[in-house]
């Protein structure tokens, strides 16, 4: 039992090129969330999902998509990076039945 | 809007000591709230969660409270040890929504 994973853990990219990071959780969790940690600024939510095939907006969605095509996956895009994407990304999933929130060990993206 | 916040920034203690940290929230209607740990460069750790129909939760050493007509909970350490130094975050779900809303955190010296 994994719990959920992050894929990369650390990525830097030059401004304008896209990438995709992976959230996978073996929990069998209904809800999955992408947050993003900046200094001084605690966690702010990207997008969320609550379903398979589900998404929605959260607090700082510009410049990011989702998708969540497997219960399982939750995968976050960047389209065209920027340097204000210089960030720590992390996952969290939750069970509908208790809604405590675990989370991924963290991406650290930084955008040049 | 639910606004999150957690007082003071940061805390030293001696060794020893019983502390207690603060979460304030601006709308009382809540679904849950959940204490979290995060040590330097890692990923956070479940501590504590409360359900809106619940005032109080205990694990070992922790206990975190909730007044939801007050908009405050606190999470209070027993007998500090330099082991608990982190950044204890709360965040906070308000009902109705499945979005999360972080507090900033308290960043925790335990001195030996």
């Known amino acids: 039992n994994a719990g959920v994973t992050q894929t990369p853990k650390f990525r830097v990219l030059k401004t304008g090129q896209s990438m995709t990071l992976l959230c996978a959780q073996d929990?069998?969790?209904?809800?999955m969330y992408w947050y993003r940690q900046d200094p001084g600024m605690g966690l702010r939510l990207i997008h969320y999902?609550?379903?398979?095939?589900?998404?929605a907006k959260g607090e700082v969605p510009d410049g990011y998509n989702v998708s969540r095509l497997k219960k399982q996956n939750f995968l976050l895009g960047l389209e065209s990076a920027a340097p204000s994407q210089t960030s720590v990304y992390f996952c969290a999933s939750i069970s509908a039945s208790y809604n405590e929130q675990f989370f991924g060990p963290g991406t650290r993206l930084t955008v040049l | 809007k639910q606004e999150v916040t957690q007082i003071p920034a940061a805390l030293s203690v001696p060794e020893g000591e019983n502390l207690v940290l603060n979460c304030s929230f601006t709308d009382s209607a809540i679904y849950n709230l959940q204490w979290f740990r995060q040590d330097p460069g890692k990923g956070l750790t479940s501590l504590l969660l409360?359900?809106?129909?619940?005032r109080e939760q205990t694990s070992g050493r922790l206990n975190a409270s909730l007044d939801k007509s007050s908009g405050r909970s606190t999470l209070y350490i027993a007998a500090s040890q330099p082991g608990d130094s982190a950044t204890y975050l709360c965040?906070?779900?308000?009902?109705?929504?499945?979005?999360?809303?972080f507090g900033t955190g308290t960043r925790l010296k335990v001195l030996a």
């Open positions: 409360i359900q809106s129909s619940q």
């Open positions: 965040a906070v779900r308000t009902s109705g929504t499945y979005k999360y809303i």
């Open positions: 929990m069998n969790h209904e809800y």
């Open positions: 999902s609550v379903g398979e095939g589900t998404t």
